[in-house]
C-alpha cells in the first residue's frame, strides 16, 4: 500500500503540473482535444489522491506502524474515529487530506460550473491544479505521508490526548474545507483576468462558492471555539492566538467581499476592490497554513515545527505576486459602470463595512506579525497577546455591529430624510430600550452594555426588514402571516439568508459580551466540604465536593472527581471532571503515553455555564484542587452558530426563488428612477 | 451446543471475571471512608494516575488583583498563555505556579501592580507580558490599526462628500404620472423584492 500511495501521489503531481501548463498557457484554445485534456486531468488528480488517500486510511485502520506517521498518531488502543481522524492530525496527513479535498472541490468546479463559463474553465483548472501540484510536491519533497521506518514498532505512540474529543473529528475538516474552497473563487478571479472576461459572469460562478467557503469556514471557526472550550480547561473559547488568528483573517476578507460583491452585481462598482479582496483572501489562506505549520510564531495549535515552512513562504510570494501583478496587469479593463453618489446610501454603508473589515483584517494581521516586526527593528522579542487585540479590535468590532444595523436600513443610491426617519426610529428604539432595561435590571459595564444596546438595534433592522417584507406580501397576495413569511423569504433568499445571518452574528456578540461578567474562584476542598459562588444573575452556587473515583476505560485511567450541586439551596445534581492518563502497552505493562489531561465538566443553559476543572489532588489523596467558574451567555455563541449556518444554508439553496432573471433585476425601475414627491408620500 | 457457542461463553467468562478482579483490585487499593460530609480524606489507589499534585490553594489565590496581575504576565514555559491562566488551566507546568509565588512575595514586600510588572520585565525581559506596553516603537503597534482605519475613513468621507455635490444637480427627479397611494404601493413591492 505505501508504494501505490506514493505512485498515487506522484500520478497527482505530474498530472497537475500538465494540467497548470496547459492551461496556463492557453495552448487549448481552438483545441477541443486539449481542452477535454485538461479536464479530464483534474479528474485524474482526484482519482489519483483518492487512492492516496485510500492507502493512508487503510494504513492507519490496520495499524501498520511501519508508516512513521501511523506510529506517530495512532496506537492499537486508540479508539477507531480517533484512528480514523488521526489521517488530519498531524502535518503530513493534513497535507494530504487538504490536497484531497481540493481536488475533489476542483471537479466539482469543473463538473457542476455552467457552460456559460467554458472559457474561464481550463483556466480554473490550471489555478485548481497548481496548488494541488504545489501541495503534493509539499509531501513528496519534505513531508511524505507514506514515509517508512527502518523498522516496525509494536505499537504507536497514540493520539495526543487534547486531540481525543469529537472535536477532533470534525473541526479540522470544516476548517480546512473553508480555507481549501477559497481556492475556487480565486481561480475563477484569475481565470477572469487572464481571459478578460470581466463582466459579471466571473462573479455569478463563484457566488456559491464564496458562500460554501464562507459557511465552512464560520463552522469551522465556531467548533474551534467550542472545542477549546470543552477540552482546554482554561474556561474561554478565543485567545487570539496566532493560528486562531489566521483562521480568522481569511474569514474577514471574504465577509466583506460577500457584502462588496453585491454593489458589483448591482451597480457594476469596485470591481477591482473585489478582485483584490478575493486574491487577498487566498493570500491570507496560504499565510494561515504558513503560520499553522512553519513555527515562526509561537502557537498552542502549530504543528510541530518544520522546513515545509519555507515551501509555504515561497508559494505565498509566488501566489501573490502573480495574483497582484495579474491584476496590475488588467487593471484598466476594470473601470466601475456607476459611480457612488451619497454617503448616505446602501453603497456607502458597503463601504465603511468593507473597510472596518478590511481594518480588523489589518490589525489582527498586524498583531499576529508585530513580534517578528519588533525583533526584527528592535532585536527584542515582544508578546502580543489579548490584551493587545482586546483594545484594538473590540471598538472596531462594535462599529461593525453597528453597521450591520445601519446598512440594511439605507436605500441604495441616496437616502432622504425622510426615509431615514422612517427606517432609523424602531431599531433605535429597539436599542436604546434595550439599554434602558440592562440599566434598570443593574447592569454597569458600558462596553458590555453598548453591545448589548446595538445588538438590540441590529435585532430591531431585522425584524423591521421582516415586518415590512411580510406586510407587502399580505396587502398585495393577500397572503395569511406564515405564508407571507415563508414566501418572502423563499422568493429573495439571499437577502432574507443574509439578515438571518446578521441574527447569527448579534447573537454571537450578545455571547460574547457575557464573558464581561465571567465569575471564578479556585478552591481545595476535602470530601463534604463546600464552597459558594454567586452568579451575576444573583442566584448562590454551592459547589460541595463528593469524592475521587478511578476506573480504568479504554486507554487510559481515569481520576473522577465528583461534585454536587445546589443553587440557591435547592439540589441540581452532580458534575464530574475527570484527569485521564492515557497509556499504551509495552511488553503487557500500562506506559503512560502522555502527561495526564483535563476533562471539564460542562453544564450549560441559556444563562449561564457552570465550568468546573478538577486540578488535581492533594498529596494523592482525595483532597481537591478544583477551579469553579460560571461563565454568562457562552451557549449563545454556539446557538449563534446554528442561526448562522442556517441563513447562510439559505442564501445558497439553489434556485435564486424569483422569476426575475438576476440581470433583469439588477436593472428593475427602483434603482434608476428617483420618484417625485417620495418623500413627502411617506 | 455448537463448540463455536462454547468457545464464545468461554470467552465472555474470561472477560467477566478479568473485569471483576480489575475492580476488586481498584476497590482494595482505594480506601473507604470518604462519604460527602464524613470530613476523612481517602487515599487515592493510583495517586500518580490523577495527575500533578497540587498544592493547597490560599485566599490569595483567588485575589483580583493578584489574577489581574498575572494576566498581563507571560507564563515562560512556552505556553503563550498568561500566568494566570496557564496556572489554572494547564495543570502539568511547574513554571506558572513558580511565576505565581514570585507574584505572590511582590506583592508582600508591599509592591503595586505595575511595580510587580515592571519588576518582571527587568527580570525575564519585555516579553514576559502579554502585551507590550504602549510606549516607543510598541505604540506604533497600538496606534496604526486605527490610524490607518480613520484615515481611510475620513479620506472616504470627504470622497463621498464632494461626490454629493457633483451629483446631486445631475440627479434631476424624473416626474412620474402616479397618486401617492400607488407610489406607496410601488414601494412596498420594491421592498419586498429588493436585494
Redesign the interface.
Known amino acids: 500500500m505505501t508504494l501505490l500511495g506514493q505512485f498515487a501521489l506522484w500520478t497527482a503531481f505530474l498530472l497537475g503540473l500538465w494540467c497548470a501548463v496547459v492551461g496556463f498557457s492557453g495552448r487549448w484554445r481552438g483545441r477541443p482535444d486539449l481542452t477535454s485534456s485538461v479536464t479530464r486531468a483534474v479528474y485524474g488528480i482526484c482519482a489519483s489522491l483518492l487512492v492516496a488517500a485510500a492507502c493512508l486510511w487503510k494504513a492507519l485502520i490496520t495499524h501498520d506502524f511501519s508508516l512513521e506517521y501511523v506510529w506517530a498518531y495512532t496506537s492499537r488502543n486508540l479508539p477507531t474515529y480517533y484512528v480514523l481522524s488521526a489521517f488530519w492530525a498531524g502535518q503530513k496527513g493534513s497535507l494530504l487530506f487538504w490536497a484531497l479535498v481540493l481536488s475533489i472541490f476542483a471537479s466539482a468546479a469543473q463538473a457542476l460550473s455552467s457552460r456559460r463559463y467554458a472559457a474561464l474553465l481550463p483556466y480554473v483548472a490550471a489555478v485548481t491544479s497548481a496548488v494541488v501540484a504545489f501541495f503534493v510536491s509539499v509531501m513528496l519533497f519534505a513531508a511524505n505521508p507514506f514515509e517508512r521506518l527502518a523498522f516496525t514498532p509494536l505499537d504507536g505512540r497514540g493520539l495526543n490526548p487534547q486531540l481525543q474529543n469529537v472535536g477532533m473529528t470534525i473541526h479540522p475538516p470544516m476548517l480546512y474545507l473553508g480555507y481549501i474552497s477559497i481556492t475556487i473563487p480565486f481561480a475563477f478571479a484569475v481565470a477572469a483576468l487572464m481571459s478578460r472576461k470581466l463582466d459579471t459572469g466571473w462573479i455569478h460562478a463563484i457566488r456559491k462558492w464564496t458562500i460554501v467557503s464562507w459557511i465552512f469556514l464560520s463552522v469551522g471557526i465556531t467548533l474551534g471555539m467550542w472545542w477549546a472550550y470543552v477540552e482546554l480547561g482554561w474556561g474561554g473559547y478565543w485567545a487570539w492566538d496566532p493560528v486562531e488568528n489566521a483562521s480568522l483573517l481569511p474569514w474577514l476578507t471574504m465577509t466583506a467581499f460577500l457584502h462588496s460583491v453585491m454593489i458589483q452585481e448591482k451597480r457594476g462598482m469596485l470591481k477591482r476592490w473585489n478582485l483584490g479582496l478575493i486574491v487577498g483572501t487566498f493570500m491570507l489562506s496560504i499565510f494561515g497554513t504558513f503560520i499553522t505549520r512553519s513555527g515562526v510564531i509561537a502557537s498552542v495549535h502549530s504543528f510541530t515545527q518544520s522546513n515545509v515552512g519555507y515551501f509555504f513562504l515561497a508559494f505565498l510570494i509566488m501566489a501573490g505576486a502573480f495574483g497582484f501583478t495579474l491584476l496590475y496587469t488588467r487593471w484598466p479593463l476594470l473601470e466601475p459602470e456607476a459611480r457612488l453618489e451619497s454617503m448616505v446610501s446602501r453603497e456607502a454603508a458597503f463601504l465603511f463595512n468593507n473597510l472596518l473589515f478590511v481594518g480588523i483584517a489589518f490589525s489582527v494581521l498586524w498583531g499576529t506579525l508585530f513580534p517578528i516586526l519588533s525583533e526584527l527593528v528592535r532585536g527584542t522579542k515582544i508578546t502580543v497577546g489579548p490584551p493587545f487585540f482586546n483594545r484594538v479590535n473590540i471598538p472596531l468590532g462594535l462599529l461593525l455591529l453597528a453597521l450591520t444595523g445601519i446598512g440594511p436600513l439605507i436605500a441604495w443610491r441616496k437616502a432622504s430624510t425622510a426615509n431615514l426617519r422612517r427606517q432609523f426610529t424602531w431599531p433605535v428604539a429597539s436599542g436604546l430600550a434595550t439599554a434602558l432595561v440592562l440599566f434598570a435590571a443593574g447592569m454597569r459595564d458600558w462596553y458590555a452594555m453598548l453591545a448589548l444596546a446595538l445588538a438590540g438595534f441590529v435585532a430591531g433592522t431585522v425584524a423591521i426588514e421582516f415586518f415590512r417584507g411580510v406586510r407587502a406580501r399580505r396587502r398585495i397576495h393577500g397572503e395569511a402571516i406564515p405564508a407571507a413569511l415563508f414566501r418572502l423569504i423563499a422568493r429573495n433568499r439571499r437577502r432574507y439568508g443574509g439578515y438571518i445571518v446578521h441574527v447569527g452574528m448579534l447573537i454571537y456578540f450578545v455571547g460574547f459580551t457575557g464573558m464581561a461578567f465571567k465569575r471564578e474562584r479556585e478552591a481545595t476542598l476535602k470530601p463534604g466540604q463546600s464552597i459558594e459562588l454567586r452568579s451575576p444573575y444573583g442566584h448562590t452556587y454551592r459547589f460541595t465536593h463528593v469524592g475521587i473515583s478511578q476506573y480504568q476505560a479504554l486507554n487510559r485511567i481515569v481520576s473522577a472527581a465528583t461534585v454536587q450541586i445546589a443553587r440557591d439551596g435547592k439540589p441540581e445534581g452532580v458534575m464530574t471532571s475527570e484527569k485521564r492518563q492515557h497509556f499504551t502497552i509495552e511488553n503487557g505493562e500500562k506506559v503512560p503515553s502522555f502527561e495526564p489531561s483535563t476533562e471539564v465538566a460542562i453544564r450549560s443553559d441559556l444563562r449561564e455555564d457552570l465550568y468546573i476543572v478538577f486540578a488535581g489532588p492533594v498529596n494523592g489523596t482525595e483532597e481537591a484542587v478544583y477551579r469553579f467558574t460560571i461563565n454568562p451567555l457562552v451557549w449563545w455563541i454556539w446557538y449563534g452558530g446554528f442561526v448562522l449556518l442556517f441563513g447562510g444554508i439559505i442564501t445558497m439553496w439553489p434556485g435564486d426563488g424569483s422569476p426575475m432573471p438576476s440581470m433583469a433585476r439588477r436593472t428593475q425601475a427602483g434603482y434608476g428612477v428617483t420618484l417625485v414627491g417620495a418623500g413627502e408620500a411617506s | 451446543m455448537t463448540p463455536a457457542d462454547r468457545t464464545t461463553r468461554r470467552r465472555f467468562l474470561i472477560v467477566a471475571g478479568g473485569a471483576l478482579l480489575?475492580?476488586a483490585r481498584?476497590g482494595a487499593a482505594?480506601q473507604p471512608g470518604?462519604?460527602?460530609?464524613?470530613?476523612?480524606?481517602?487515599?487515592?489507589?493510583?495517586?500518580?494516575?490523577?495527575?500533578?499534585?497540587?498544592?493547597?490553594?490560599t485566599d490569595r489565590?483567588?485575589d483580583l488583583a493578584i489574577q489581574a496581575i498575572e494576566?498581563?504576565l507571560?507564563c515562560t514555559c512556552?505556553?503563550?498563555?498568561?500566568v494566570y491562566?496557564c496556572r489554572?488551566?494547564d495543570?502539568?507546568c511547574t513554571y506558572s505556579p513558580q511565576l505565581h509565588r514570585e507574584v505572590l512575595q511582590l506583592r508582600e514586600s508591599g509592591m503595586s501592580g505595575q511595580q510587580i510588572v515592571d519588576a518582571f520585565v527587568a527580570k525575564y525581559?519585555?516579553?514576559a507580558?502579554?502585551?507590550?506596553e504602549p510606549h516607543g516603537?510598541?505604540l506604533a503597534?497600538?496606534l496604526?490599526?486605527?490610524t490607518?482605519?480613520t484615515a481611510?475613513?475620513a479620506v472616504?468621507?470627504w470622497?463621498?462628500?464632494r461626490?454629493?455635490v457633483r451629483?446631486t444637480a445631475e440627479?434631476a427627479?424624473?416626474?412620474?404620472d402616479?397618486t401617492?397611494a400607488e407610489?406607496?404601493?410601488?414601494?412596498?413591492?420594491?421592498?419586498?423584492?429588493?436585494?
Open positions: 480489575g475492580a481498584l482505594q470518604t462519604l460527602p460530609g464524613s470530613g476523612t480524606t481517602g487515599a487515592l489507589g493510583d495517586p500518580g494516575a490523577a495527575g500533578r499534585s497540587q498544592a493547597p490553594t489565590d483567588n494576566k498581563r507571560r512556552g505556553c503563550t498563555l498568561d491562566t489554572t488551566t495543570f502539568t525581559g519585555e516579553q507580558l502579554m502585551a507590550p516603537v510598541n503597534g497600538y496604526v490599526p486605527g490607518l482605519v481611510a475613513g472616504m468621507l470622497i463621498l462628500s461626490r454629493r451629483t440627479l427627479p424624473v416626474a412620474v402616479a401617492p407610489l406607496e404601493q410601488l414601494r412596498q413591492a420594491l421592498a419586498e423584492s429588493e436585494d
